[in-house]
């Protein structure tokens, strides 16, 4: 097989080149050794590339059948007894890049095409789209206290002092209120409070249980903003305009998330019909919902007080695109393509909660939401939810009572990327899409015949399902059932990625 132009100075790309496997253990070796003797070795192969080289999939046993939804017809049958491996293995679809760095390179690429369909048009979504008002806008969590950063100097966004202050002022714990220490990014202190004692940790956990509920209402907020500088009612708002959004939540070095979204109007008729404001006028109306919104959560107990919580100060919102049809889009500061790879990264981050080395703040923070969930559990719904301001929700039990299951999360139950229904095409559909693409790619090749790429995305992303697949699936357990096969599925997976670098390095300098 002839290697493509350009691809030879790719170390790794062809078939002989070995894979780095670092150091292995004795039982990692015996296991790959094993392989090759009983020669199961090419089917671990197929296996691993058919779930992208996940660190850790699922492992299934039963069997399925494929049903024509016309006419009832069984159209086929699969036994996990005819897997390659005698066992179904099935991609663990982790988004945190720190768990399975495989699936959330591909959860990346699907934020990453939902959010640019949206953007530029593409994947049923009408190309017109690209005319249309857009603003990326950041609302972030409050202050909850003094906490170490990494700061920006002399134009360069590190190599400040954290907190250049008098540390002979100190706070009432005794503690110094400034910190001249140059942190860097793998500093265990940045993100953590100068005084443990003085941070609100309550506060923090319950802002950001409830942080989901913000943004809700920040949307709603906006959209009646939008109705009142339009002149209309809510209810006839779509009459006019619609507002549609792709967000994604990143975790801070402090443990709290902000919200990134792309913010797009349109006019009456959906995507790519002309809006009635411009993109200025949008990112006003942005900055006045995000600072005027607020909510009054519930005390966790009756020990507790209940707080009105609201987005941070530290507001932006940038217009990507004007939407005037005399638009001179010449600013190279922020591009729509770079704002969609913006969300895509933001989307893959975790909270930075290494079991191995935590960082004393974010277990703190863990630490508070499990205390809150017990004291939830133990407390008394009637007498506790007095000081609510919905007197609904007297009586129910406490809505902190699930905070300890996201612990791990820090407290942030909501998605990490979501959109509005009508902004572009859902995950769900790009991952239909995908499977589908391989089922058609196995069939071309099974049958010998080339395959057809004509309208192929149309009918790759199309809605109408003519088959059914009704199966019986039990869980067997996570993860591959060696070192040997572990430390393979890494290592291809991390040569995958050093290939995917190097291709894109590339498009960038052929593009300059």
Request: overall charge positive.
């Amino acid at each position: 097989m002839s290697e493509p132009p350009g691809l030879r100075t790719f170390p790794g790309y062809t078939e002989d080149e070995g894979l780095d496997l670092g150091h292995l253990s004795a039982t990692a070796v015996g296991a790959i050794v094993q392989r090759i003797a009983d020669g199961s070795a090419a089917l671990f192969a197929d296996v691993a590339a058919s779930v992208g080289y996940c660190s850790k999939p699922v492992r299934l046993v039963g069997s399925s059948h494929t049903v024509d939804g016309r006419t009832g017809e069984i159209v086929g049958s699969f036994s996990s007894d005819g897997a390659p491996l005698g066992v179904v293995y099935r991609p663990c679809g982790n988004r945190r890049a720190d768990v399975c760095a495989a699936c959330s390179r591909v959860y990346a690429r699907d934020t990453f095409a939902m959010v640019r369909a949206g953007l530029l048009g593409g994947k049923t979504v009408p190309q017109e789209v690209a005319s249309n008002p857009l603003v990326f806008a950041t609302l972030t969590a409050p202050s909850f206290g003094y906490v170490h950063g990494v700061r920006a100097t002399g134009g360069h966004p590190t190599g400040g002092r954290c907190r250049p202050r008098d540390t002979a002022n100190r706070c009432e714990h005794g503690r110094p209120v400034g910190c001249m220490t140059v942190h860097t990014d793998d500093d265990p202190a940045v993100g953590g409070p100068l005084c443990v004692d003085c941070y609100d940790w309550a506060s923090a956990v319950v802002w950001q249980w409830w942080a989901p509920e913000l943004w809700r209402r920040f949307t709603i907020t906006l959209r009646r903003s939008l109705a009142s500088r339009l002149g209309v009612s809510e209810s006839r708002l779509k009459g006019r305009a619609s507002v549609q959004f792709a967000k994604v939540a990143e975790f801070q070095a402090r443990g709290l998330v902000h919200f990134h979204a792309l913010v797009r109007l349109d006019g009456p008729g959906g995507a790519g019909s002309r809006a009635p404001l411009d993109g200025g006028t949008l990112a006003d109306l942005i900055r006045e919902a995000a600072g005027s919104v607020s909510f009054v959560a519930p005390p966790v107990d009756g020990a507790d007080v209940s707080r009105r919580l609201a987005f941070g100060a530290q507001l932006d919102a940038r217009t990507v695109r004007t939407g005037l049809p005399a638009d001179d889009d010449d600013d190279d500061s922020l591009r729509a393509e770079q704002v969609a790879g913006y969300l895509a990264k933001y989307a893959t981050k975790s909270t930075g909660t290494d079991p191995a080395s935590p960082r004393p703040h974010l277990t703190r923070l863990a630490h508070t939401c499990r205390a809150f969930a017990q004291r939830a559990a133990s407390s008394d719904p009637a007498g506790d939810h007095e000081a609510a301001d919905d007197a609904s929700e007297q009586g129910r039990p406490s809505p902190y009572a699930l905070l300890g299951k996201w612990a791990h999360m820090l407290g942030f139950r909501g998605h990490f990327s979501t959109k509005s229904r009508r902004y572009s095409v859902t995950l769900g559909r790009l991952r239909r899409a995908r499977h589908r693409y391989r089922q058609v790619t196995a069939n071309a090749a099974r049958n010998g015949v080339a395959l057809d790429t004509r309208d192929l995305e149309a009918r790759l992303l199309a809605d109408d399902e003519t088959t059914l697949v009704i199966g019986s699936w039990s869980f067997q357990g996570s993860g591959w059932t060696n070192a040997g096969d572990k430390a393979l599925a890494d290592a291809a997976a991390a040569r995958a990625r050093e290939y995917a670098r190097w291709r894109a390095e590339g498009k960038s300098t052929s593009n300059r």
